[in-house]
């Protein structure tokens, strides 16, 4: 495994993030079995990942849980673990969002799942139309003055919020958001047109969800076949989402490249993330310890600049992204 530092920061993180959204039970393409989960887990850290993100929405906070137990053996000075608030915890008021006082009531929710003292990436996982940005920021700073948070991060917005929680945090002197989690991939380039060109601007580490497109960018699904029950192609609409003609030739040109360099279709679309300038450490969601070798073999492909330009080629990243409203 090779390393590089989170943004502007000092902190050294492995160029793959191990996702945990896989690790609980909420959805039946996830692997539903704790054992099994704390095993790849241990597998992942002896590959050397030290980077491990997850969210306390994620199946209502059985994959924090999952995460804490996994991690409990390892030396935690090394480890970097993120996790995310925003989402809705409970019915209820107060339930979800980004006031002050569910940021101070799930970080500690979140500190007593993942059994650790510290979290080292706290992130915002949406933006909330009503919390005023300055509420937000100013919560996470008080939790990075405490020390109950190392870092702080964003997901998935606007340039426009992303930009004005930045200038906030300047000109309020709060904690600055070290690092932002949008979606990215080889058929999902429209952050390029968004939100990636602040972050390269500002210092920020970017650490993409997504990175292989739910399954789409390994291969395993066909134009004129429906996807196999059992994957998140046959569960979810947002994979099948993808099955567009052009995403189908970005995919002709990942497997053209992979046959062209001995690698597997996956280990093309991650490496040609790996590649990217912008790019911290995409968050690959391994299911089996197959999956997880694979990922990480990745990391040692290298491309050329015309292959890359092939993969490339037929997208034309647009903001917003064709279908949004």
Request: aromatic share 8%; net charge negative; proline share 4%.
């Amino acid at each position: 495994m090779t390393y590089t530092t989170l943004g502007d920061t000092g902190v050294d993180v492995s160029r793959l993030c191990l996702g945990c959204m896989n690790f609980g039970s909420e959805r039946p393409w996830m692997m539903n079995d704790r054992d099994a989960s704390i095993d790849l887990i241990h597998e992942a850290l002896d590959h050397g990942i030290n980077f491990l993100d997850t969210a306390n929405v994620y199946s209502t906070g059985e994959s924090e849980d999952i995460v804490g137990d996994a991690v409990a053996s390892a030396n935690r000075d090394e480890l970097v673990l993120a996790t995310k608030v925003f989402g809705e915890m409970r019915d209820g008021p107060n339930g979800s969002g980004l006031s002050r006082k569910h940021i101070l009531d799930q970080v500690e929710a979140s500190l007593d799942r993942l059994d650790t003292d510290y979290i080292d990436l706290y992130q915002i996982h949406r933006w909330d139309d009503d919390t005023p940005i300055e509420e937000t920021l100013a919560a996470l700073d008080r939790l990075v003055e405490t020390g109950r948070v190392r870092y702080i991060g964003a997901s998935t917005m606007t340039a426009y919020e992303f930009t004005k929680a930045l200038y906030t945090s300047d000109i309020e002197d709060y904690s600055r958001f070290a690092c932002m989690q949008p979606e990215y991939s080889a058929v999902a380039r429209y952050e390029e047109a968004n939100l990636l060109e602040v972050c390269n601007r500002e210092g920020v580490g970017v650490i993409p969800w997504s990175p292989l497109a739910g399954g789409f960018l390994t291969g395993k699904y066909e134009r004129e076949a429906e996807p196999t029950e059992g994957t998140r192609g046959a569960a979810s609409e947002s994979v099948r989402g993808y099955f567009t003609e052009e995403n189908w030739a970005v995919l002709d040109a990942v497997r053209d490249v992979a046959a062209e360099i001995d690698a597997t279709p996956a280990q093309v679309a991650l490496a040609w993330l790996l590649e990217r300038d912008v790019v911290t450490a995409p968050i690959i969601g391994p299911r089996s310890s197959d999956h997880l070798r694979e990922n990480v073999d990745a990391v040692s492909v290298d491309l050329s600049d015309e292959e890359a330009a092939r993969i490339e080629a037929p997208k034309t990243p647009r903001w917003p992204a064709p279908g949004s409203d």
